[in-house]
Every structure is written in C-alpha cells, then in structure tokens.
C-alpha cells in the first residue's frame, strides 16, 4: 500500500486571467502528468484568481512524476505569474508535517491551508453496551414480525 499523506496546497493569482492562463499552460500540456495536475485543480471561488488541490490519501513521494509536476506548478505560477502558494503535507507518522510557501504576500493564504492536530479516543463499547444494543436489535425485530 505504500506511505500514504494528506496534502493539500492553494496558489493565489493576480487576477483571472493570470489563473486561467496558467491552468491553461498545463491542460493543454504535452506532459500527461502536468495535465494530470490541472484535472486536479479545482477553482472554487468562480470570481477569485486563487485554485486549490487537496487529496487525503496519496502517495507523495519526491520522484513521482505527479509530486513533481504539482510542485512545478506552484514554482511556476510564482514565476511566470507572480502568483503566491502554501503547501501542506501531513504524512502518516507523528510529526511528519511539511509546510512550504512562495511568492512575495502569503499571508492570507495562512487562514486557507494550515496544519491541524487533533487526539482521537475510541475505546470498544463496553460489554453492558453491547448486550444491550443487541436486546434492542432483537426486540425491534421482534415488534417487526
């Protein structure tokens, strides 16, 4: 199954026409994995020169050609465009988090895309739960007859 990671990165553009443009550049891509990356993109703010990726369960790992073309992006963007990005990826082990950022003002991309920890607590039900969920499971199946 491989090491798996949360990742997620938004690129702010100057304006729509600047985003349209580079989304464009990489749609139209004789590089299949710079397409791939443009199919992954999403535009979520019709009227706001800014895309987002996110994926919560994938392989990022630095030689894929994906991983690649998606950093490109960003670089690229900043580049060509002037556009700001921040990047995210949690991976699957404690305090693996890597925040990365480019361009000249990311500073409200920081509301947008931030790292999060959290504690999870899931204990087994206990035995009289389970005894007793299964009376009623029983009991509605019988009422049901």
Known sequence: MGYRSQVTFVVRFNNLQDRDAMWTLYANCNDEHKRDVA??????????????????DLKWYPEYPF??????????????????????????????????????????????????SSIEICFPPLADEVSASSSTATATATQGE
């Open 39 to 56: 199919n992954h993109l999403e535009q979520r703010y019709g009227n706001d020169p800014l895309v987002t990726f996110s994926d919560a």
């Open 67 to 116: 991983v690649k073309a998606a950093h490109a992006f960003m670089e690229e963007a900043e580049e060509m465009f002037n556009a700001s990005w921040r990047f995210v990826r949690i991976g699957e082990e404690d305090n693996d988090i890597e925040v990365n950022e480019g361009g000249e003002d990311c500073s409200d991309l920081y509301d947008m895309v931030y790292p999060v």
